[in-house]
């Protein structure tokens, strides 16, 4: 039989994360037993073996590792879906509203060019709501694919645009983000390899898909603390030229004249089918 049950699916991939079903069940809120037959049931289902189990162990076989890996995209499409759904259904409503979409974006960038988009949809009679969901450095795709955002703005060569349709709207250098007392704040011009390696004040460490990068630098959650540290002289940032909008008095921003331009997109699912996108995808092309 090839078809999965979504609860199913759900099971074996607890399993499959934490290599453990006593893990796995005190994470899905049930009792072993129950798991484990689900599991066998699915595997005699399939006509494969996705785990193999002794009494000191549990790991992926080839067949596992594969629905692991198709599996975790099929459950992030349902679970966007009913997100979606839920949203678009909000017009239906008695007394109905306007559409609602979310928009995510990486705290801190392109804020001018949010700003104006965000003032052209509320401008347009019969365009969406737009709510804007701050994110980190690489949130932004894992929020497209999992339907917390309908689009995103996206910053090559930081976030992959893979699997995603997208138009490009802007390209800017990159600046350092140092102490406004720092003796490298005095420069008109940095290379990248100045601000490396700099002692006392190493690079901030943003999260990539919920790893931080290896480093001496602070590993940074928010935007506040970023910009705190900062100004405390305790770390120094690389960001778009644009980021210049929210730095503080005790900031100082030195163009580096050897890091790539950084090309921002509007991206969303590339199977969007919302009228509601389309037009968001017109007035962010116009400007």
């Known amino acids: 039989m090839d078809t999965l049950e979504i609860r199913e699916l759900r099971y074996f991939l607890a399993v499959a994360e934490e290599l453990h079903f006593g893990r796995a069940a005190e994470r899905l809120g049930i009792a072993q037993p129950p798991l484990s037959r689900a599991v066998q049931q699915l595997e005699r289902r399939l006509g494969v073996r996705l785990l193999d189990r002794d009494r000191r162990s549990v790991s992926l076989t080839v067949a596992g590792e594969m629905l692991l890996h198709e599996g975790r995209a099929a459950l992030d499409a349902t679970i966007a ?71 995103a703005l996206m910053h090559a060569p930081f976030n992959s645009l893979a699997g995603f349709d997208s138009e490009e709207l802007m390209t800017e250098g990159q600046i350092a983000v140092l102490p406004a007392g720092h003796p490298l704040a005095a420069r ?3 290379s990248v390899a100045d601000i490396e390696d700099v002692p006392g004040l190493p690079l901030a460490r943003w999260a990539r898909h919920g790893t931080y990068p290896p480093g001496p630098g602070p590993e940074i959650h928010d935007q506040t603390q970023l ?57 962010a092309t116009r400007l």
């Open 81 to 151: 879906a009913a997100r979606r759904t839920r949203r678009a259904g909000g017009a239906d409503r008695p007394g109905g509203r306007r559409d609602h979409l979310v928009l995510a974006v990486k705290a801190g960038a392109s804020h001018e060019l949010l700003h104006k988009l965000l003032d052209a949809c509320a401008a347009e009679t019969d365009g969406a709501d737009v709510e804007v969901l701050p994110s980190g450095t690489c949130d932004q795709e894992e929020m497209l694919r999992d339907g917390r955002a309908d689009a």
């Open 188 to 190: 008109r011009t940095l």
């Open 227 to 283: 910009a705190q540290l900062i100004a405390l002289g305790r770390t120094v940032a690389v960001y778009p030229d644009s980021a210049r909008a929210w730095l503080w008095a005790e900031h100082a921003a030195v163009p580096l004249t050897d890091a790539p331009p950084v090309v921002t997109h509007l991206a969303w699912p590339a199977h969007s089918r919302s009228p509601a996108l389309a037009g968001l995808v017109r007035t």
